[in-house]
C-alpha cells in the first residue's frame, strides 16, 4: 500500500489494477474474466479520473500567471522563481495512470529516465521545458515504484497503433540495453 500523500488514490487505483491483472492473468473461467476485465476498467478510469481531480487541485495552488504559463502555455514575462519552479515540477510529476494499459513498469522507468535525461540538455530546451520533463520523470518513477518494475499490462489488441509514449519507451530501453 501507497503512503498518504497527494498521489494516494491515484496510485491505490495503480496499484488495485496491477494486483487485478495478476488475478486476471491466472483465471481460466470466462465469466471471471469479464468480472475482472470490467474491473481493471474501472480501475484505470478512476485512476484517470483522481489524476484529472490532482491536476486541478495542484493547478489552484499556483499563482495566476504560472497557472496561465502552465495550462495555457502563455509566456512568462519574468524570471520563475526556484519555490515556483518547484511547484511547477509538482504538477507535472503526477503518476500518469492512464498509461498502465500500454506500459510495463520497467518501459515508466525508461521513460523516466528519458525525460530525465532530455530534461540535462539546457541547450535544446527552454526552462519550462525542462521543468516539464523532470515532472514527468518523476510521475514516471512514482507510478513505475506502485506497480513494481515486473508489472506488465495485457497486449496490445492485434493491429492496434503503437501508442507515443510506448514506441518511445520501447525505443528508450532499447537504447539503454545497447
Not at 484517470?48 to 491536476?55: G, I, N, R, S, T
Request: hydrophobic share 40%.
Amino acid at each position: 500500500m501507497t503512503r498518504l500523500g497527494p498521489d494516494h488514490y491515484i496510485l491505490l487505483c495503480a496499484e488495485r489494477y496491477a494486483a487485478t491483472l495478476i488475478d486476471y492473468r491466472k483465471v481460466d473461467d470466462d465469466d471471471k474474466r469479464q468480472f475482472l476485465q470490467s474491473k481493471m476498467n474501472y480501475l484505470l478510469e478512476s485512476g484517470k479520473l483522481e489524476v484529472e481531480a490532482e491536476q486541478r487541485r495542484r493547478e489552484n495552488r499556483l499563482g495566476s500567471d504560472i497557472r496561465s504559463f502552465v495550462r495555457d502555455r502563455k509566456p512568462l514575462s519574468r524570471t520563475i522563481s526556484d519555490t515556483e519552479a518547484e511547484a511547477i515540477r509538482h504538477f507535472y510529476a503526477i503518476p500518469p495512470a492512464a498509461l498502465l494499459d500500454t506500459l510495463s513498469g520497467e518501459e515508466l522507468m525508461s521513460l523516466g529516465d528519458l525525460f530525465e535525461g532530455w530534461a540535462q540538455e539546457r541547450d535544446r530546451h527552454d526552462p519550462r521545458t525542462m521543468i516539464e520533463l523532470l515532472g514527468w520523470s518523476e510521475g514516471m518513477r512514482i507510478l513505475s515504484h506502485a506497480v513494481g518494475k515486473e508489472f506488465i499490462p495485457l497486449p496490445l489488441p492485434e493491429g492496434a497503433p503503437v501508442p507515443l509514449m510506448k514506441f518511445l519507451a520501447v525505443r528508450a530501453s532499447v537504447r539503454s540495453q545497447s
